[in-house]
């Protein structure tokens, strides 16, 4: 295995795209279509949250954003215009504001 | 061995429930199961997160995240089916 | 495959496919990246591969450290910074990478 093992979490499953969502299901990848180019949250397991426009993101959970707020303990630390943020960073989660990436 | 269900297949049988989420270190979720992957990244309806405050660790602070959210499955401990959360669990024990 | 999706079109007009693209528009320019540790860097762009490993120059570090006051119990917040010619910062310790804010 590489060295990149550790993130196989977060990376995309290998068996979605061979049948459409059931009724009411909504696997990750279904949801990472559905928020991409929207305002989203994304946690990290710092408890740091980042809320701005998602762009992109790639296998690894690496996450592009636009007009990105950061939030420490609730309160506004600092703003990027762009941003990257790294794939392995115990995010826990990612939220549309109302969409959370708990990465 | 047909008859063996797998770890996965109980957490397909949850989807559309409430489930109950115990994370590596101290916080916890619940929500509404929406959807899973292989590597039990969760897709989680009206999720609610319980973690200690960073002041006072005794405290648990609870946090209606009022989202639709992905939770990293790399963080992820243990997964209870119907569990509605700690709240939950402390009626029980005190029953 | 993520990497799959139709490309997204920054404000700036410029196509993104994935991530790492947006730390390629960086390269010799000016970027901030933040680390675990409370440690932070300032510093020219000059080199970076997929793990996020990165050599940057004229770098400027913010270290925070928080301490308590024995006395008080209250919380201490200290910012030292100090400048390096020339770095490589390996890339597990790299949590966010932002270029310098466009000026529009």
């Known amino acids: 295995m590489s060295s990149a093992a550790t993130d196989d979490a977060t990376k995309a499953p290998s068996k979605d795209g061979n049948s459409a969502p059931e009724q009411n299901k909504r696997s990750p990848s279904d949801f990472l279509k559905a928020v991409l180019g929207r305002p989203v949250n ?27 707020e950061e939030y420490v303990d609730g309160q506004l630390t600092s703003k990027y215009g762009d941003c990257f943020i790294r794939g392995n960073n115990g995010k826990q989660c990612l939220s549309e504001r109302n969409f959370s990436i708990n990465l | 061995m047909s008859n063996r269900i797998l770890p996965l297949e109980l957490i397909d049988k949850a989807i559309g429930s409430p489930i109950w989420i115990l994370m590596r270190g101290q916080t916890e979720l619940t ?65 | 495959m993520f990497c799959k999706w139709e490309s997204i079109v920054l404000s700036i007009g410029i196509i993104m496919e994935e991530p790492l693209d947006l730390i390629k528009l960086s390269i010799d320019e000016r970027v901030y990246v933040k680390c675990r540790n409370d440690r932070e860097l300032r510093g020219r762009l000059h080199a970076y591969d ?32 100090r400048n390096v010619g020339m770095l490589f910062v390996r890339g597990d310790i790299v ?4 270029p310098p804010l466009r000026t529009s």
């Open chain 3, 95 to 98: 949590v966010l990478v932002s």
């Open chain 1, 42 to 68: 994304v946690r990290l397991s710092s408890g740091t949250d980042y809320r701005g426009v998602l762009a992109c993101l790639d296998g690894y959970m690496n996450i592009a954003m636009e007009q990105t």
């Open chain 3, 50 to 81: 997929q793990h996020l490993n990165m050599v940057l120059g004229d770098v400027e570090e913010t270290i925070t450290s928080s301490e308590e006051d024995e006395e008080t119990g209250e919380e201490i917040i200290s910012k030292r910074t």
């Open chain 2, 31 to 95: 929500g509404i199961l929406r959807g899973f992957d292989d590597y039990v990244n969760l897709v989680l309806d009206d999720a609610v997160e319980y973690s200690p405050d960073p002041r006072d660790k005794s405290v648990v602070v609870k946090k209606e995240l009022k989202a639709e959210i992905l939770l990293n499955g790399n963080h992820v401990a243990v997964l209870v089916p119907g569990g509605t959360g700690p709240e939950d669990s402390m009626a029980a024990r005190s029953t």
